[in-house]
């Protein structure tokens, strides 16, 4: 069934964005010249988040080189344009936010001849060197392939979670991602990232799109033999008529199965969920516990540390 056919359940519903926090991170972002994924992307996560005083920003430009077609973010050329102060200017940026863990990911860039990587390596660098404290995930492109480029971004960058997502199950990779995407090409970068000294890896499977729910048991398996220690499952909404159709709303039920597997198999935290993302807060949280010895319990770390989180988008 169509997503245009059936009306949006009640458990996919969110208020709209707005109030006094929202607001003001709203104006800090844009005074500081930085752009959001949030908006770009049309998350409906935008007004919790915010409002909470979590934000994504993008670097490294706003167009991606491929055409995926679940995907709102602008897709084109770039010409091999890079903003060389950009890796200082958001180091600098971000020091002046009260954060403790930075989410940083990037759209493909295919025109360029590391994908990137370099460039994600050194933002990584200056952003810490600003800020000693903060905790950095990288959530990457799958640089065309290229192992030294994976290489590149783990070992002269040190990010403390590497992420790269392999977006839906393997069967489906054809009808949603670009050509020249695929699951193998995924599951190695993820596997070379472990390989190349990344002390945490993280993917994302989006479901709703056709597939059945033995097929995402398969695929969270096949993340599993990569060694991949978290995972992230949510609903796949349509952003607009000129995207895949969205096949079914996947009941709350289903991602407590997801959920539930998930443990078994041996990861070490899983957010399944509705409206759960690639970036999401509570495994964002879990992870600033763990990364800073604080333990696995995320109720535990709440009450920890107040600080906000802000997930970078390169």
């Not at 048991?217 to 995972?231: E, I, K």
Request: proline share 4%; net charge neutral.
């Amino acid at each position: 069934m169509a997503d245009a056919v059936r009306k949006k359940p009640d458990w996919l519903r969110v208020r709209l964005p707005g109030g006094e926090r929202y607001n003001g991170l709203k104006e800090t972002l844009r005074g500081l010249d930085l752009h959001t994924v949030c908006e770009e992307a049309r998350c409906p996560n935008i007004g919790e988040c915010w409002s909470a005083g979590t934000a994504t920003i993008m670097i490294l430009g706003e167009t991606c080189t491929r055409g995926c077609r679940f995907c709102a973010v602008n897709t084109g050329d770039p010409g091999g344009l890079v903003d060389p102060r950009e890796p200082d200017n958001t180091a600098r940026a971000l020091a002046k936010l009260d954060l403790s863990y930075v989410v940083m990911t990037m759209v493909d860039r295919d025109d360029l001849l590391d994908g990137g990587a370099a460039h994600v390596a050194q933002t990584v660098r200056r952003v810490k060197a600003a800020s000693p404290e903060l905790l950095v995930e990288v959530l990457v492109g799958d640089f065309a392939g290229q192992k030294t480029d994976v290489e590149t971004c783990v070992v002269d960058g040190r990010p403390d979670v590497f992420a790269h997502n392999v977006e839906v199950v393997p069967e489906l990779q054809r009808v949603m991602r670009d050509a020249r995407c695929s699951w193998e090409r995924s599951v190695d970068v993820l596997r070379w990232a472990k390989d190349a000294g990344a002390s945490v890896t993280k993917s994302s499977l989006m479901v709703g799109c056709g597939e059945t729910e033995d097929q995402v048991l398969g695929a969270m398996r096949g993340l599993r033999d990569a060694d991949v220690d978290v995972v992230t499952i949510g609903q796949y909404l349509r952003p607009s008529k000129k995207h895949t159709p969205l096949v079914r709303y996947v009941e709350p039920s289903e991602f407590d199965t997801y959920r539930d597997a998930g443990r078994d198999m041996g990861f070490k935290y899983v957010a399944s969920g509705p409206l759960v993302r690639s970036s999401y807060r509570a495994a964002e949280a879990f992870l600033e516990g763990v990364l800073k010895g604080a333990g696995p319990s995320f109720d535990r770390y709440g009450k920890a540390d107040g600080r906000r989180s802000l997930r970078v988008v390169d």
